[in-house]
C-alpha cells in the first residue's frame, strides 16, 4: 500500500469483516456451490475483487488526477454496458423507456457519488480503514431490507454485524508499533 504500513490489525480486522459478510450470506440459506455456474460467477467476482482493489491502491499512487475524473470513466464505462447490451441482450428497447431513466438517476445520484467518495477517499484517506468499511455494504442493504419488511431479523444478520463492526474496531485500533 503506497504510504501505509499494513498491521496484524487490518488483517485480523479484514478477516472479521469477511466472515460477518459470508455468515450473512450463509445465514439466509444460500449455499456455497462450487459447480457449474456458480464457479463462474465465483471467478468473475474474484476476478473484479481483484481490478477494483488494483485500481484503488493504484489511484493512491496518483492523487494529483482531480477527483472529477471519474466521471470520464463512468460515461466510457456506461457507453461500453449500452453497446455490450445492444449485442448481447434482446431486452434493448425496455431499457429505452423507464429502466433508461432510472439508470441515469441511480449514476448520478447515489451510485455517482459513491465513486467520487471512494475516489477521494482512497487519494486522500485511510485506504486501510475504507477496505474494511466497504465491508459495510451487504450489512446496511440487509437491514434496510429489513426495515421495510423485505427480509427478517435473525442472529446470522446479528452476528454478522457484530463481526463487521468488530472487524471495523480492530482494524482502528492505534497500533503501539
Known amino acids: 500500500l503506497p504510504e501505509e504500513k499494513l498491521r496484524w490489525q487490518h488483517l485480523i480486522g479484514a478477516i472479521l469483516g469477511f466472515s460477518g459478510v459470508v455468515t450473512l450470506f450463509l445465514g439466509k440459506g444460500n449455499a456455497l456451490s462450487l459447480s457449474g455456474p456458480s464457479v463462474k460467477g465465483y471467478t468473475l467476482a474474484l476476478l473484479c475483487a481483484f481490478i477494483w482493489s488494483g485500481y484503488s491502491v493504484l489511484s493512491r499512487t496518483v492523487k494529483q488526477v482531480p477527483t472529477l475524473a ?44 459513491g465513486f467520487f467518495a471512494w475516489d477521494y477517499g482512497v487519494k486522500h484517506g485511510d485506504i486501510r480503514l475504507l477496505g474494511i468499511a466497504a465491508f459495510a455494504a451487504p450489512v446496511l442493504s440487509t437491514l434496510i431490507l429489513v426495515v421495510t419488511g423485505y427480509a427478517a431479523a435473525s442472529w446470522a444478520l446479528a452476528l454478522a454485524c457484530a463481526l463487521i463492526v468488530g472487524g471495523a474496531l480492530v482494524a482502528t485500533r492505534q497500533s503501539k508499533t
Not at 81 to 93: D, N, Q
Open 70 to 113: 471519474v466521471a470520464g470513466f463512468c460515461l466510457v464505462t456506461a457507453a461500453l454496458a449500452l453497446i455490450a447490451s445492444a449485442l448481447f441482450e434482446t431486452m434493448l428497447p425496455l431499457y429505452f423507456d423507464t429502466g433508461l431513466l432510472a439508470a441515469v438517476a441511480l449514476g448520478l445520484g447515489p451510485l455517482g457519488f
